[in-house]
């Protein structure tokens, strides 16, 4: 198909500096899980975004020197000239589609542990390192460091030139660089010309940026990531950042601060949502502006351009979703961009140190390793048909690449509406977007004719074995257990028939909540805290217990937690901390301290436990121990994926179906390095 010409202006070209972009479509720097620890799967991961059509594709950090060490987090570098070799291999594989490659330059002064080098972190001034527990504080950098930054950043930017890089970066944002902590007063005290004003505030930043003009700048863009709350939370002094510095880099790429505020996920914001803060930049600049804001739809893209909010539609967390958003634009493919949820854990995986996972898009970090494409998927290796039994995450997905490579596939669920937990849990406050995990695989399979759906049509084992195809996959999901078992207690501290107990599940299914309630979190996601909201809502008491130190410890990596906890007690929600199940009967529940076994009882209408769930595999051991009728039914393979195997995020269902989908009929043997360890370089 054609492409709209509506959407026209998001392929023009645009010059930055001494080159040009072939159009609108900006992968911003974004980190990856991987860096150096894995370069051939980082680079891959980039080249996927320049096949699928992002005119500029960027780098994460590359850190400049060996006083900004990251580590354990995963990084580049660029600290010696023989680091230019392997960062090279990214605007090679970058540039043979036509894209252009960014560089994101970077020293993260008081954000680094420097533990490996166990020489001091560097910062404006004398402060408590960040980023860190550690007792750790910077050495207030004098004007010899000053001195040794800049010929650092410079020779830094000469190795990213040699490597093939066609836009440079100076760093100034997240709360990760050295130059925004030189731009506030709470970590710049010093009383010489680096110190005091905005003017001498941004001093080094501006002579840094000069030094990439000199270096680079014949031959290289120099751009500057910004963000333009971070200069002491004052957007105004922001704004007058920006006019001082208005044409001094070739690109502003301006966002909010810090990594959480600009990755907002989508229970807290939606599209386009730095539009309000970022929208002055170019009103003050004529260089070209670069911004991002969760974009999925083109038409929210266009109005950005055209209202002259921005000239480049900048993305990270799209562009891992779908690598290939500005092809399927270009080919009049709208209906088919898989897009973003905003649950961000591609950024837990970087900061749990591993390799970034996404819940849509199953195959990044795999594009090397298992070399899987995100759009291509190999021809089907025989005229078998496979029933999948469950329509939720691990299903759909199985079903949808089995269905792309050939296969006759059925899907049956019991359930009247296809999805099985996202679309249940869609339903839960902020978690609209969600659905999208289920809406982009049904519409998917509904285009493909090899598919048979069949909702409201609950299989048992004797069912199965009626319908006999080849292979049989069962994606049943898992349940919530009702007995308290879970990280802390063991063995069953509920009996698991309390009429006032109930789980996620009950709630899901829209049953009666009595108050006041009692939410007992061992899981430490997003579902209990989400629970909460939902009945403090309908106007019930709500208390909020977990055994953790904090509220919602795993979404730490989704980097929601100081956000849900500063809701939970918005809405009034009592908090208690530090505290384990003991039991409950009809009026009360019993908790203990973690630490010591002092005891707390609390009234009760309903005690809501979120501890573990139970894989539903009845269906599959059922089939299991019928293996002896298969043949004569024709049944070859009887397989369990997603929470039904083991229960876990979606994104762990969702690349459950596409592995289980890729490796029917393929001889493992003669593919993937996937058996091998990281690194993979
Ligand atoms: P996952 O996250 O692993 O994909 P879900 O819990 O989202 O798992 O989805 C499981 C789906 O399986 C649910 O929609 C549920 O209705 C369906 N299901 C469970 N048992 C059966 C069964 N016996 N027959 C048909 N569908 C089933
Ligand atoms: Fe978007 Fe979630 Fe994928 Fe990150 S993990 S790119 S937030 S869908």
């Known amino acids: 198909m054609a492409r709209d010409p509506r959407y026209d202006v998001l392929f023009e070209p645009l010059q930055i500096g001494p080159v040009t972009t072939k159009n609108r479509f900006y992968q911003v720097p974004h980190c990856s899980g991987t860096s150096d620890n894995a370069p ?109 930054l800049r010929q650092q950043h410079r020779a830094a930017a000469r190795r990213a030139k040699e490597a093939g890089f066609d836009i440079v970066y100076a760093y100034a944002g997240h709360g990760l660089s050295i130059f925004s902590q030189f731009l506030q007063t709470a970590y710049n005290t010093r009383l010489d010309e680096y110190g005091g004003s905005l003017e001498n505030r941004m001093r080094l930043l501006r002579e840094v940026l000069q030094d990439m003009h000199e270096e680079i700048g014949d031959s290289c863009a120099v751009a500057l990531r910004f963000a333009v709350n971070e200069i002491d939370g004052d957007l105004a002094q922001g704004q007058e950042f920006v006019e001082a510095m208005k044409d001094l880099p070739d690109l502003w790429d301006v966002n909010l601060s810090d990594w959480p505020e600009d990755s907002q996920t989508s229970r807290f914001s939606k599209e386009g949502f730095q539009e309000e803060q970022i929208a002055f930049v170019k009103k003050i600049t004529n260089r070209p502006v670069v911004s991002v804001g969760r974009f999925t739809s083109p038409d929210t893209m266009l109005s950005q351009v055209k209202r002259g909010v921005l000239d480049l539609v900048g993305a990270a967390r799209p562009s891992i979703a779908d690598p290939f958003i500005p092809n399927k634009i270009d080919e009049g493919r709208v209906d088919e961009i898989r897009e973003c949820i905003g649950c961000n854990v591609c950024a837990s995986g970087e900061l749990s140190y591993a390799p970034m996972r996404c819940t849509q898009n199953p195959t990044v970090m795999d594009e090397y390793r ?37 296969y006759e596939v059925t899907v049956a669920d019991a359930r009247e509406e296809l999805g099985g937990r996202v679309r249940r849990e869609a339903g839960l406050p902020g978690l609209s977007e969600w659905i999208r995990v289920a809406d982009y695989r049904l519409y998917a399979l509904q285009q493909l004719g090899n598919v048979s759906l069949y909702p409201a049509s609950p299989l048992s084992v004797a069912d199965i074995l009626e319908f006999g195809t080849q292979h049989i996959v069962i994606a049943t999901g898992a349940t919530w257990r009702r007995d308290g078992i879970g990280r802390w207690n063991l063995s069953p501290v509920l009996k698991g028939t309390e009429a006032n107990v109930l789980t996620p599940d009950d709630i899901l299914d829209g049953c009666e909540v009595n108050g006041p309630v009692v939410i007992y979190d061992e899981d430490g996601g997003y579902l209990g805290n989400v629970i909460a909201e939902k009945l403090v809502k309908e106007g019930l008491d709500v208390t909020f217990v977990t055994p953790a130190s904090e509220v919602a410890p795993y979404l730490a990596l989704t980097m929601e937690q100081h956000k849900v906890i500063a809701r939970l007690l918005d809405l009034g929600v009592r908090i208690e901390r530090l505290k384990r199940l003991k039991g409950a009967d009809n009026s009360n529940v019993s908790l203990a301290c973690v630490h010591s076994d002092e005891e707390l009882t609390l009234p009760l209408g309903s005690l809501l436990v979120l501890t573990s769930r139970s894989p539903n595999d009845e269906l599959y051991t059922g089939l299991m121990q019928r293996n002896e009728d298969w043949a004569s039914v024709g049944i070859k393979t009887v397989s369990r994926i997603g929470d039904c195997e083991a229960p876990s995020i979606i994104a762990a269902a969702v690349h459950a179906g596409h592995r289980w989908a890729r490796a029917l009929d393929d001889d493992a043997n003669v593919r993937t390095p996937a058996h091998l360890p990281m690194p993979l370089a």
């Open 370 to 406: 298992r070399g899987w494409h995100p759009e291509n998927v190999p021809p089907k290796g025989s005229n078998d048909a496979v029933l999948v039994v469950g329509s939720g995450p691990a299903g759909l997905e199985c079903a949808n690449i089995l269905a792309k490579r050939g």
């Open 40 to 148: 051939d799967a980082n680079t891959r991961m980039r080249e996927m975004k320049a096949e699928g059509g992002w005119g500029v594709v960027c780098t994460e950090i590359a850190e400049i020197s060996n006083t900004t060490e990251f580590w354990p987090f995963p990084s580049l570098h660029l600290w010696t000239d023989a680091d230019v070799g392997r960062i090279a291999r990214m605007p090679e594989a970058v540039h043979r589609h036509g894209a252009l490659a960014g560089v994101e330059l970077g020293h993260v002064g008081l954000a680094a542990g420097n533990r490996a080098s166990r020489t001091p972190p560097l910062g404006p001034s004398s402060h408590l390192t960040l980023e860190s527990v550690e007792p750790f504080q910077s050495k207030a950098m004098d004007k010899s460091d000053i001195r040794l």
